[in-house]
């Protein structure tokens, strides 16, 4: 999380919270440091992420703001941020989460790579592990009565996964994940017309349209960040061309090991069977991919985790230790 605000202007007060500086923003939300007030003088800083008001008047909108709450409920893993909250006031909507200190895996990644450093390997297979089982959790969660949700987050991407000071990473944001209890579709209010999700990591049968998107869809998003992370290149183009994406799709990925040396044939399967066109060739769950991946490689543990973190986001890191204090 980059601190993009906090300025030194008194915070706001909503609920049971202060709002300060803006760390995140997309689409459709911001998000904010804040600090929730308790009892007898207890505090605890959190994350608010509010919905931005010109979509609070879309009742589509606002049912899928609602939808990733009551997802983020019912997912209680370690290894994915969790949603303690929800607050309305006037025409605004947010979600109280866990604060967690750390980067997302894009900003850290795009760190190192400005100090000339690849990510190492064991800190990448780590990193990677702790998304499938926060996966592994999303896709085997249920609901009060213990029926399936059958939660697909059809976001996983580099931007989505926070690896934390503690050296734990987390999957983040559940906005456009879809289940057997929400009310998402692929195109309402005002998105209608915006296929949702990052195309450079979006699964064939995602950005086609028309086709279940299932796991395996959020599995050949892994695939493609430790494709990333082993080779340190973009795999696909991105951008906003559903066809030219689908081209490059098509074309496959270039070997790693004719890119990279010293990566075990092992570890390119792993890969490449993630990163396969058809959804039933892929892995069946990611407690499959993520067995598989610690079969054919090492893994570094928090505590290396998290000194990788400290060299290439000392900064940001410091300055938000500072606001905490």
Known sequence: MQL????HAPPRRVARYDIHGEIAGGGMATVHLGRLHGDRGFTRPVALKRLRPRYASAPSLVAAFLDEAYLSTRVRHANVVSVVDVVSEGDELWLAMEYLDGETLAQASRAARKLGHAVPRPVLVAIVLDVLRGLEAMHSAVDESGAPLSIVHRDVSPQNVLVGADGVARVLDLGIATSTRTTQHEGHGLDDERLKGKLGYMAPEHARGGEPVT?????YGVGVILWEGLVGRRLFRGG????AH??????????????VGAVPAALEAVVMRALDPSPGARFASARAMARALARTAAA?????????????????LARRAAWLQ
């Open 4 to 7: 993009f605000d906090t300025g």
């Open 215 to 219: 796991r395996a869809a959020d599995l």
């Open 240 to 243: 906003t061309d559903v066809e």
């Open 246 to 259: 689908l081209a490059d799709v098509a074309r496959g990925a270039p070997s790693v090991r004719e890119l």
């Open 300 to 316: 570094a543990g928090p505590e290396q985790v998290a000194t990788w973190l400290s060299e290439v986001a000392s900064e940001n």
